[in-house]
């Protein structure tokens, strides 16, 4: 008999009858001995949905109200999923963030994690029951809703799961497992048996939304073994392993992962001169931007083009600061581009392989496509690109990569 934490996502339990076939999932479980502790996204769609109406009300709604509305659509859910496994005979209650309590900092509709009371949660499995909790949500100090940042369901399982120390952490979804790269983008994508924390929280960052980052990070410190698995069809699923360095046959090349949700801007004719990048992201930072890549070429003329990428979200207020630094440094133009993608390569193969990025620069150049900026980790290539070609760079790269055979094969250089 073990403990398991089971995640099911928002397509998972969409609709009543969906709910009814998660709890008789759990239900099976149960059946087996296994203490189970099941958290809940959102039905799918929802959160959008209360996203939406806020923004009706309000250009920028106010954090705290935000994080009381959208945090509703997890506490349906719990209910629903505990009745449907009453219903069943199997005993169950619901739980909401600050019951349990899930204590979080302040920073409304990103919140972090700070602790967990597992008192409650013990004690309820004790007495034979199905824990029902809203995933994505939290309390913090003041007693005040959090939400953890879009796909948290997947964090709250994971840190429930370190909490409890739980055997297995299971993520349920709607594809069978992590693939290659997004299944809806490439036919071709295979499911990986395994992937370590590395890769994962790489393919994460980069774009690859099947597990939020914090979720990885989070499972990788405290070692929680994970699994993705699809919701209503058997199978093995991922397993998000540690990396393994006696093994032989390590693919050079775990994945792609994409994403569009990146703009650039540019500066050019910055005058060329000891802390000028600092001159230029200082404030950009200040405002509470996030820069991705950045990319500053040589010199000429004693001027320099400065280029840098941030979330599109954000793109409207970084022009604001930037064409105010502009004019403070006495550059000679401001651009801006949205219609840009992110498409990166990840695999800590890489460490010991050389010639990834070769591989790669030639894969977009054989498909006509021109690479804007490119920055590196240790496990990952990542290229900007023009956003009209994402799908045909995604699909060059997995195959010039042999990813859709079996990652033992020899030709996976
Ligand atoms: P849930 O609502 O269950 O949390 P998500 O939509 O957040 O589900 O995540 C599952 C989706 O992630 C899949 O439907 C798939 O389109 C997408 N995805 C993106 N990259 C990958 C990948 N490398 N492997 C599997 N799924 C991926
Ligand atoms: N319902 C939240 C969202 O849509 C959290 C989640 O699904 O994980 O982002
Ligand atoms: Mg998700």
Same mark, same amino acid.
């Given at each position: 008999m073990s403990l398991i934490v089971q995640k099911f996502g928002g397509t998972s339990v969409g609709s009543l009858e969906r709910i009814?076939? #998660? @709890?008789?999932?759990?239900a099976r479980?149960? %059946?087996?001995?296994?203490?189970? #502790? #099941?958290v809940v996204s959102a039905m799918s769609g929802e959160t959008n949905r209360l996203i939406g109406l806020a923004h009706e009300l309000q250009e920028r709604p106010v954090p705290r109200e935000l994080d009381v509305l959208? *945090?509703?659509g997890e506490q349906v859910t719990t209910a629903l999923l *505990?009745? @449907?496994l009453n219903e069943r005979g199997v005993k169950a209650k619901s739980y909401n963030g600050s019951q349990v309590r899930i204590l979080t900092d302040d920073s409304h509709t990103k919140a972090r994690i700070r602790e967990i009371d597992n008192e409650k949660l013990h004690a309820g499995l004790e007495a034979g029951y199905v824990l029902v909790v809203a995933g994505f949500q939290g309390v913090d100090e003041h007693g005040n809703i959090t939400t953890l940042g879009r796909g948290g369901s997947d964090t709250t399982a994971v840190a429930l799961a370190a909490a409890l120390k739980a055997d297995e952490c299971q993520i349920y979804t709607d594809v069978d497992g992590v693939y290659t790269t997004d299944p809806r983008m490439v036919d071709g994508a295979r499911r990986l048996d395994r992937i370590t924390f590395e890769e994962m929280l790489e393919m994460a960052s980069m774009g690859s939304k099947v597990l939020q980052i914090r979720a990885v990070e989070f %499972?990788?410190?405290y070692q929680v073994p994970l699994r993705v698995l699809h919701s209503f069809q058997e199978g093995p699923g991922t397993l998000i392993t540690l990396e393994d360095v006696n093994q032989m046959e390590t693919p050079t090349i775990a994945g792609i992962a994409f994403n569009r949700d990146e703009a650039k801007l540019t500066v050019l004719g910055v005058p060329d001169m000891p802390g000028i990048a600092h001159k230029i992201l200082g404030p950009i930072g200040e405002a509470n931007i996030e820069v991705d890549v950045i990319l500053q070429n040589t010199g000429e003329d004693n001027h320099t083009d400065f280029t840098f990428t941030v979330s599109r979200t954000d793109l409207p207020r970084a022009e604001e600061v930037l064409r105010r630094v502009a004019a403070?440094?006495?550059a000679r133009e401001v651009r801006s581009d949205p219609r840009i993608a992110k498409v990166s390569v990840v695999g800590v193969g890489m460490r010991s392989h050389a010639g990834v990025a070769s591989q790669m620069f030639a894969a977009l150049a054989e498909v006509g496509i021109n690479i804007q900026m490119i920055t590196t980790s240790e496990i990952k290539i990542s290229v900007i690109i023009e956003e009209k070609f994402l799908e045909l760079a995604v699909r060059a790269l997995h195959s010039s990569f042999g990813l859709e055979k079996e990652p033992n094969d020899e030709s996976v250089a």
């Amino acid at each position: 008999m073990s403990l398991i934490v089971q995640k099911f996502g928002g397509t998972s339990v969409g609709s009543l009858e969906r709910i009814g076939q #998660v @709890a008789d999932k759990v239900a099976r479980f149960r %059946a087996e001995g296994h203490d189970v #502790v #099941v958290v809940v996204s959102a039905m799918s769609g929802e959160t959008n949905r209360l996203i939406g109406l806020a923004h009706e009300l309000q250009e920028r709604p106010v954090p705290r109200e935000l994080d009381v509305l959208i *945090s509703t659509g997890e506490q349906v859910t719990t209910a629903l999923l *505990s009745m @449907a496994l009453n219903e069943r005979g199997v005993k169950a209650k619901s739980y909401n963030g600050s019951q349990v309590r899930i204590l979080t900092d302040d920073s409304h509709t990103k919140a972090r994690i700070r602790e967990i009371d597992n008192e409650k949660l013990h004690a309820g499995l004790e007495a034979g029951y199905v824990l029902v909790v809203a995933g994505f949500q939290g309390v913090d100090e003041h007693g005040n809703i959090t939400t953890l940042g879009r796909g948290g369901s997947d964090t709250t399982a994971v840190a429930l799961a370190a909490a409890l120390k739980a055997d297995e952490c299971q993520i349920y979804t709607d594809v069978d497992g992590v693939y290659t790269t997004d299944p809806r983008m490439v036919d071709g994508a295979r499911r990986l048996d395994r992937i370590t924390f590395e890769e994962m929280l790489e393919m994460a960052s980069m774009g690859s939304k099947v597990l939020q980052i914090r979720a990885v990070e989070f %499972a990788g410190k405290y070692q929680v073994p994970l699994r993705v698995l699809h919701s209503f069809q058997e199978g093995p699923g991922t397993l998000i392993t540690l990396e393994d360095v006696n093994q032989m046959e390590t693919p050079t090349i775990a994945g792609i992962a994409f994403n569009r949700d990146e703009a650039k801007l540019t500066v050019l004719g910055v005058p060329d001169m000891p802390g000028i990048a600092h001159k230029i992201l200082g404030p950009i930072g200040e405002a509470n931007i996030e820069v991705d890549v950045i990319l500053q070429n040589t010199g000429e003329d004693n001027h320099t083009d400065f280029t840098f990428t941030v979330s599109r979200t954000d793109l409207p207020r970084a022009e604001e600061v930037l064409r105010r630094v502009a004019a403070q440094i006495e550059a000679r133009e401001v651009r801006s581009d949205p219609r840009i993608a992110k498409v990166s390569v990840v695999g800590v193969g890489m460490r010991s392989h050389a010639g990834v990025a070769s591989q790669m620069f030639a894969a977009l150049a054989e498909v006509g496509i021109n690479i804007q900026m490119i920055t590196t980790s240790e496990i990952k290539i990542s290229v900007i690109i023009e956003e009209k070609f994402l799908e045909l760079a995604v699909r060059a790269l997995h195959s010039s990569f042999g990813l859709e055979k079996e990652p033992n094969d020899e030709s996976v250089a």
